[in-house]
């Protein structure tokens, strides 16, 4: 067995810098909690960090760590501080009829939300799930949000969606970044929320993911709306309009 890590360096975060517990107030977790592209790792000693921290381009032999390392395999702890959200989306087809439905809880209060688009896809509804809860709630907030999407956890906490940004929306220098009007709104909502995003299995008995996963389904079902984007091929165009034709 190997050396426990008792020390966390922390490269890109909230405040970059050496801690030596994981979660609580002042922590390391706390640093990287819901930071897009966040860069951290745990060592057995105070001088193995330092060293990192100061040349993290080092080979230590040791993997890389990001954001949602932890939130992969975290069990979100009841709260009266962050607001609550699950989000899915469903596709029949891919492309096809598809939907979102999100759940969003604030303390005792419970908000669910959906909607129906006659021609899409499953990662545009993913996307859209998160933004349609994210834009319903009008002042800053902290938010922990749960999505059984790799695709949306992963393009945010590991930096990918906002790479693609800052390369002109280009995923690689030969092809552009599907779904740019998406994330780009999604982007802008992580500026404006402290989020914590968490992956969680889909089709697990999770009560909430299951909800969702039944809005977004009937959404789907009942689809009444255009997802103009989509139809009029301009996904890969940062600030198009989503949605909103019937």
């Known amino acids: 067995m190997g050396n426990p890590k008792k020390y966390y360096a922390v490269v890109r975060g909230r405040r970059p810098g050496i801690y030596s517990v994981w979660y609580g107030t002042g922590g390391a977790e706390e640093q990287i909690r819901g930071y897009a592209a966040a860069l951290y790792r745990g060592f057995a000693t105070r001088d193995e960090a330092r060293r990192w921290l100061e040349n993290p381009s080092a080979k230590t ?55 129906g688009f006659r021609l899409t896809t499953n990662n545009r509804m993913e996307l ?52 740019a009007d998406l994330w780009e709104k999604l982007l802008d909502l992580c500026d404006k929320h402290r989020i914590r995003f968490f992956w969680v299995h889909g089709h697990a008995g999770n009560r909430e993911n299951e909800r969702c996963d039944q809005l977004a389904t009937d959404a789907a079902q009942n689809a009444d709306m255009e997802d103009v984007a989509y139809v009029r091929g301009r996904t890969r165009v940062a600030g198009e309009s989503a949605a909103g034709l019937r």
């Open 128 to 179: 859209m799930a998160c933004i349609a809860a994210l834009e319903s709630l009008k002042a800053p907030a902290v938010v922990d949000l749960h999505s059984d999407s790799r695709y949306v956890v992963n393009g945010i906490c590991k930096g990918w969606a906002r790479k693609w940004r800052a390369n002109g929306w280009m995923r690689t220098k030969s092809e552009a970044a599907e779904n």
């Open 61 to 115: 032999g040791k993997p890389s760590c990001t954001a949602d390392a932890e939130a992969d395999h975290a069990e979100p702890q009841p709260s009266s501080g962050p607001i609550v959200v699950y989000t899915d989306g469903a596709c029949s087809g891919n492309p096809g009829p598809g939907g979102y439905g999100a759940v969003i809880l604030k303390g005792e209060r419970r908000i669910e939300i959906a909607q």
